[in-house]
């Protein structure tokens, strides 16, 4: 069964951190672009970061620059967020994804292009 396993969400306070992490099974990350998206309550899915095949290619959406890495470990076949400086604006459902196939560098992040997906974890950013 081909499956993509998100952890590490929950609670975290204002200016703090979380790190999720993406585990796949029943097949191999290596020829695939990853990716992070978030889906906020009222609001459009969005990708936040991604990274390509390889590893030397990441792209994140404006709001999250300098904040969140999006790294992958094609060894252990997980893909990762570190997140930091954590704002409530950033509280939504974290989904990880692949791509299945090499993208293009201006489509790497477009949630059209992923077709598989992890069933998600939650992120709250509160005090």
């Known amino acids: 069964q081909l499956q993509l396993v998100e952890s590490g969400g929950g609670l975290a306070q204002p200016g703090g951190s979380l790190r999720l992490s993406c585990a796949a099974s029943?097949?191999?990350?290596?020829?695939?672009?990853l990716g992070w998206f978030r889906q906020a309550p009222g609001k459009e899915r969005e990708g936040v970061a991604c990274?390509?095949?390889?590893?030397?290619?990441?792209k994140y959406v404006d709001a999250v620059k300098g904040r969140f890495t999006i790294s992958r470990d094609n060894a252990k076949n997980t893909v990762y967020l570190q997140m930091s400086s954590l704002k409530p604006e950033d509280t939504a459902i974290y989904y990880c994804?692949?791509?299945?196939?090499?993208?293009?560098?201006?489509?790497?992040?477009?949630?059209?292009?992923?077709?598989?997906w992890g069933q998600g974890t939650q992120v709250t950013v509160s005090s």
């Open positions: 029943g097949f191999s990350l290596d020829d695939n672009h």
């Open positions: 990274i390509s095949s390889s590893g030397i290619t990441t």
């Open positions: 994804a692949a791509a299945g196939r090499i993208l293009p560098v201006q489509s790497m992040c477009v949630t059209s292009r992923y077709n598989k």
